[in-house]
């Protein structure tokens, strides 16, 4: 019928955005200050989305598999649990498939763990959304920016952004130093830890800095295994 016409390419920017709306309602719903400067709005879509992500880690092996340059990629066959495992400092105890994700995960799961997105449908147009949140929630961190410690808070959260040169055909970090990549028409993010585990030793906080690291050397190891 009519009305299904141009559904897919609908059905594909949708999903898109949603994923987009997930990782800001996360972040947000992680972030101490972010839930009460950005308001009632985002904290509800905070909620909503992370809890959403639950089913998505257990939906079945196959469904986590993505068809790129006509090779079925699994997120999790890229990166072992070991490299993650070296490179973020912990020991990770599983390697969830979810949905064209991993997740892997340590036993500090709700802290520390780490994901890899793969998606082929439209790379480029991944990015343009990337691209245009960061200039979104920048605008939103400079209208708080002056209400006092908090409002400081969230707008150096949401300003945490910046290219990434020297990796794939184009990439960029976004907050909680998420990192997205395209290499031709495959799209790929890393989103690091939020922090080390708790159960290990030491400070389990980790710098802006430490994060890009992480993500970007999680991506280098993906993106050459990339068909």
Same mark, same amino acid.
């Given at each position: ?9 609908? &059905? !594909?920017? #949708? !999903? ?48 986590? @598999? ?7 990629? &699994?997120?999790?066959?890229? @990166? ?5 495992? #070296? ?34 449908? &439209? ?21 708080? #920016?002056? !209400? ?13 952004? #910046? ?17 997205? @990549? ?46």
């Amino acid at each position: 019928m009519p009305r299904h016409e141009g559904k897919p390419k609908i &059905d !594909e920017r #949708a !999903e898109i955005l949603r994923g987009g709306a997930r990782r800001l309602g996360c972040a947000a719903k992680r972030g101490m200050f972010a839930m009460r400067m950005i308001g009632a709005g985002v904290a509800l879509l905070a909620l909503a989305a992370c809890g959403s992500g639950g089913d998505a880690g257990n939906s079945a092996k196959g469904a986590n @598999v993505v068809v790129a340059a006509g090779k079925a990629i &699994d997120p999790c066959s890229l @990166v072992t649990a070991g490299e993650v495992g #070296a490179i973020v400092g912990d020991t990770i105890v599983a390697a969830k498939p979810a949905e064209g994700r991993c997740n892997y995960e340590t036993a500090d799961a709700a802290a520390s763990t780490v994901t890899i997105e793969v998606d082929h449908k &439209d790379a480029a147009n991944h990015m343009k959304v990337e691209r245009d949140t960061a200039r979104v929630l920048g605008k939103m961190g400079g209208a708080v #920016a002056g !209400e006092g410690a908090a409002g400081a808070d969230v707008d150096a959260m949401l300003k945490d952004s #910046a290219s990434a040169p020297g990796i794939g055909d184009e990439a960029l970090f976004d907050i909680n130093a998420r990192l997205s @990549v395209r290499k031709g028409d495959v799209y790929l993010a890393v989103e690091p830890p939020m922090m080390r585990s708790r159960m290990s030793s030491g400070s389990p906080l980790l710098s802006s800095e430490d994060k890009r690291k992480m993500a970007l050397a999680i991506a280098q190891k993906a993106l050459a295994r990339l068909p």
